[in-house]
């Protein structure tokens, strides 16, 4: 069998366009009640964040459907592999900690050198298919809240912030 045998003689290519859109704001005060509440706990789990190595302090806070709101911030270990995102941190122990609750919303927030960053902290790949993994398993949008002090960004739903996000083995 070559190659070329099974490449059609005209191939009709399609451009596809996707349309992304999410809210911004240009600080915290500027959000609705229930969002800033989020903020403000992703700010306030900076605090425990363990990051000797990067100095980059990141929290994060989730909104359960309980109603609870559960933080937790970056751990770093000097195997540097072996340390976690803030993200996951806090979204791994809400699983583990109340597995029938849904994630609705999460907020995360940086500091460094003492002071809040002023443009938000984005995600990693890892934690936005964490992300993607909850919020599937719930059948429920999860809001995304990227706090900086002078721009926080809105995401309603994980599919804005991770496109084409991997969900079925099928
Ligand atoms: N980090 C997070 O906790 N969340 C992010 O969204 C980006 C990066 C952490 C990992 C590491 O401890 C430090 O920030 C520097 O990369």
Redesign the pocket.
């Known amino acids: 069998m070559r190659i070329f045998d099974f490449v059609p003689i005209r191939s009709i290519m399609t451009l596809k366009e996707i349309n992304i859109s999410y809210k911004e704001y240009g600080g915290i005060g500027e959000l609705p009640e229930e969002d800033k509440e989020l903020a403000l706990a992703a700010v306030k789990a900076t605090e425990s ?1 363990y ?1 000797p ?2 100095g ?1 302090r ?1 929290g ?1 806070a989730l909104r359960l459907s309980t109603g609870e709101i559960i933080r937790g ?4 270990n000097i195997a540097y592999p072996s ?5 996951r ?1 806090a979204m791994f122990y809400a699983s583990a900690a109340y597995p029938d609750a849904d994630i609705t919303a999460i907020a ?1 927030a ?1 500091s460094q050198k003492g002071e809040i960053c002023e443009k938000p ?4 790949g890892a ?1 936005r298919q964490v992300m993607a993994e909850y919020q599937t398993k719930t059948g429920q949008n999860m809001k995304i809240i990227l706090t900086g002090t002078r721009q926080v960004m809105v995401f309603e739903k994980v599919d804005d912030i991770l496109p084409f996000l991997f969900d079925s083995l099928k």
């Not at 340390?83 to 993200?87: D, I, M, V």
């Open positions: 964040s990051s190595y990067s980059f990141v994060a911030s970056n751990q770093e340390g976690l995102c803030a993200e941190t995360i940086a902290a984005t995600p990693c934690c």
